[in-house]
């Protein structure tokens, strides 16, 4: 199975520092390239994604940033808050069949 | 925003006994709906693609008759775990994309089940 390879697995970040998770994919037909938020014990929620067409995407104060050529992408955490810490994953795939990344464990200290 | 509701969201069952598993859509109809199984503090794994009104599309390595999937409506699909082990332990979570083919998935709340 094709994979998405995510780092790092952990992160600790210091309240209103900027956090950085990274992707990388392998299968060029990918074209939906979304990050999950997710809380212990329920299931993942949308919070921002990308078609290759674009090199970068800002929702408030997440950024994705896509570097086709590469075959990476990343989330970008602007002003970090405590309430952001949870799991991030990222995804890719096209027409919904979406392979996951391994998760990122956030921790943003108050 | 478009809902998808799971139940239960955790069962405890005895080795040997069949849960099953519900996930609806509440305010949009759904001809696909996808399940996932996440481990503890791992990602989510695809076991396969329901689909309304035929089969059920499974993945490499999914048994089919362990993992028994019914899509009888259009806003409800249902997981039983047949013969349940405690290898079978594990956060089930159902998803259904969006009306507007945009590429988002919605997901459930989970359902955790505990195998004894």
Redesign the interface.
Known sequence: ?QQVKQSPQSLIVQKGGISIINCAYENTAF??F?W?QQFP??????LI?I?PDVSEKKEGRFTISFNKSAKQFSLHIMDSQPGDSATY?CAAGRT????????T?LKVLA | GAVVSQHPSWVICKSGTSVKIECRSLDFQATTMFWYRQFPKQSLMLMATSNEGSKATYEQGVEKDKFLINHASLTLSTLTVTSAHPEDSSFYICSAPDRGNTGELFFGEGSRLTVL
């Open positions: 199975q074209d939906y979304p999950y014990g329920k299931g993942p929620a949308l994604a078609r994953f919904y069949k979406y392979i996951f990344g391994t998760g464990r």
